[in-house]
T-cell receptor, first 116, second 114 residues
Framework: TQLLEQSPQFLSIQEGENLTVYCNSS?????LQWYRQEPGEGPVLLVT?????EVKKLKRLTFQFGDARKDSSLHITAAQPGDTGLYLC????????????????FGQGTILTVHP | KAGVTQTPRYLIKTRGQQVTLSCSPI?????VSWYQQTPGQGLQFLFE???????NKGNFPGRFSGRQFSNSRSEMNVSTLELGDSALYLC?????????????FGDGTRLSIL
């Protein structure tokens, strides 16, 4: 079973600060997705990274996929209260024939609170 | 364009009962996946359906089952409910099969077992 370790689990910061969320695994993923979930709602896809070393930017959010496709990070610059939510990384299993092949495995999530 | 619709939003059951949850995907989407979300285990994959066939299955007991209809709508059934089945059940749809596809989630059904 492929596991995704996401850290930190909780993050409480002031508006304007920068932060980074990490997603690590010992397994290789064919792609990795980042979602944001707000209370009472389902997760919303932010980005998908596919190529090792890939960097994608979405306004103040920067996503990076590790060269070996085993880890990823989400960096938020100048966080705002509207960024508050649960951030989830999810990897698609790349081990053909393995039990996790083709399945989306989620990290435990990072609860981010940005105080005004 | 309507999003993924899950019904009901909230459900209270007792141990031993069974429950059926419903999911209507985004129009044109043919793949539907189900997930269970709990504070302790996070989001866990249950199964994926495409063209009325189960394509992939997570590590859940046989009490958890699902099906997909010709209009791509999907239902999930849990029999002999246990306290540990209390969770938020999320449905996600995508245009075609495969977890590489962007998953569009509904807002879930909150199931509480008493």
């Amino acid at each position: 079973t492929q596991l995704l370790e996401q850290s930190p689990q909780f993050l409480s910061i002031q508006e304007g600060e920068n932060l980074t969320v990490y997603c690590n695994s010992s397994s290789v993923f064919s792609s990795l997705q980042w979602y944001r979930q707000e209370p009472g709602e389902g997760p919303v896809l932010l980005v998908t990274v596919v190529t090792g070393g890939e960097v994608k930017k979405l306004k103040r959010l920067t996503f990076q996929f590790g060269d070996a496709r085993k880890d990823s990070s989400l960096h938020i610059t100048a966080a705002q209260p509207g960024d508050t939510g649960l951030y989830l990384c999810a990897g698609v299993g790349d081990n053909a024939g393995g039990t996790s092949y083709g399945k989306l495995t989620f990290g435990q999530g990072t609860i981010l609170t940005v105080h005004p | 364009k309507a999003g993924v619709t899950q019904t009901p939003r909230y459900l209270i059951k007792t141990r031993g009962q069974q429950v059926t949850l419903s999911c209507s995907p985004i129009s044109g989407h043919r793949s539907v996946s189900w997930y269970q979300q709990t504070p302790g285990q996070g989001l866990q994959f249950l199964f994926e359906y495409f063209s009325e066939t189960q394509r992939n299955k997570g590590n859940f007991p046989g009490r958890f089952s699902g099906r997909q209809f010709s209009n791509s709508r999907s239902e999930m059934n849990v029999s002999t409910l246990e306290l540990g089945d209390s969770a938020l059940y999320l449905c996600a749809s995508s245009l075609v099969a495969g977890s590489n596809q962007p998953q569009h989630f509904g807002d879930g059904t909150r199931l509480s077992i008493l």
